[in-house]
Nanobody, 121 residues
Framework: QVRLVESGGGLVQAGGSLRLSCAVS????????MGWFRQAPGKEREFVAA????????YYADSVKGRFTISRDNSKNTVYLQMNSLKPEDTAVYYC??????????????WGQGTQVTVSS
């Protein structure tokens, strides 16, 4: 069965950094596009970043561009999200997922529990 386990979240002050990890199992990883999404209380889930199957191409939401970096290690079946210069607006539960289409950034229905990121001012 497909499993996505996010980790690395926590409480950090504005301007600080966190590195999130997403361990993937149950589905071919090295040929899969991956993405990070986040959801704040009372808001819809939104796209954050994406990376193609090889790691050669990355994409970011305008709100995080220049501050976040997505990467992957196919030998470890893991996707990462390095978050720098964090802002209170980044506070949310962060999720990773497979992307069915790297152009539309459409996630597949394999959501995990996510990891909480809280940024204080």
């Amino acid at each position: 069965q497909v499993r996505l386990v996010e980790s690395g979240g926590g409480l950090v002050q504005a301007g600080g950094s966190l590195r999130l990890s997403c361990a993937v199992s149950g589905r071919t990883f090295s040929n899969s596009h991956m993405g990070w999404f986040r959801q704040a209380p009372g808001k819809e889930r939104e796209f954050v970043a994406a990376i193609n199957w090889s790691g050669g191409s990355t994409y970011y939401a305008d709100s995080v561009k220049g501050r976040f970096t997505i990467s992957r290690d196919n030998s470890k079946n893991t996707v990462y999200l390095q978050m720098n210069s964090l802002k209170p607006e980044d506070t949310a539960v962060y999720y990773c997922n497979f992307l069915g289409n790297i152009v539309t950034m459409t996630p597949l229905d394999y959501w995990g529990q996510g990891t909480q990121v809280t940024v204080s001012s």
